[in-house]
Structure formats: C-alpha cells, structure tokens
C-alpha cells in the first residue's frame, strides 16, 4: 500500500527553523516527483517546494532562500528545511508524490496523485 507520512511539524517562534520529513512507502520515492504544499486557514492550498526523479527544484517565490528540499533516496524520504520562519508560512504541510515528471507544474496540486495527511506547522510572533 502506497502511503506518505509527514512529520517534524510544530510551534516555533519567528525566526525560527523546522525539518519537515516525509517518509515514503510503497513506492520509490526515486522514480517520483515530490513536492510539499501548505494551507493555512481561510487560504487555498499553495506549493511550496517540488522535486523531479532526477532532482530539479523548484520553490515559490515566498519562501526562496529560506526553505530547501531534499530527498535520501536511501531511507526513501524527502525533507522541506525551514528556516527564517515567519507568521506567514503557519499552516498544515502536505508531501505529495507523483510518478509523472512535470518541472514546470512541481507547485501545482493538480500534478500529484498520492498526498500525505499533513503536519502542523505554527508560527508565533
């Protein structure tokens, strides 16, 4: 059964920095694209940060420079480090995964077919 897991999430104060995880399994997270979408309440879903089979990037425009994605092709998990945080980036984090490789629609929900049940993540002043 394909399933993904996400965790690291948690209350941290501006400025601050978070690891999100999101471990993989039933699939080989190598063959996927991958990308981490949040939404905060009130707020539709935005992406955040996607990742091809082969390792292209790409990060929306609020968070460049602050955030990066990784992935351990080993351990089949791929991470969103977070730092700089601010009260903006609050909201419920989703990993996603899809066996298609579209770089220019990494940020675009409709690309993924597999999501996570998303991690908590709260900013405070």
């Known amino acids: 059964q394909r399933k993904l897991v996400e965790s690291g999430g948690g209350s941290v104060q501006a400025g601050g920095s978070l690891r999100l995880a999101c471990t993989a399994s039933?699939?080989?997270?190598?063959?996927?694209?991958m990308g981490w979408f949040r939404q905060a309440p009130g707020k539709e879903r935005e992406g955040v940060a996607g990742?091809?089979?082969?390792?292209?990037?790409r990060l929306a425009d609020s968070v460049k420079g602050r955030f990066t994605i990784s992935k351990d092709t080993v351990k089949n998990i791929i991470f969103l480090e977070m730092n700089n945080l601010g009260q903006e980036d609050t909201g419920m984090y989703y990993c996603?995964?899809?066996?298609?490789?579209?770089?220019?629609?990494?940020?675009?929900?409709?690309?993924?077919?597999?999501w996570g049940q998303g991690t908590q993540v709260t900013v405070s002043s």
């Open positions: 996603a995964a899809d066996p298609r490789r579209d770089y220019l629609r990494l940020l675009q929900g409709a690309a993924y077919s597999h």
């Open positions: 039933g699939y080989t997270i190598a063959t996927y694209s």
């Open positions: 990742m091809t089979n082969d390792g292209l990037t």
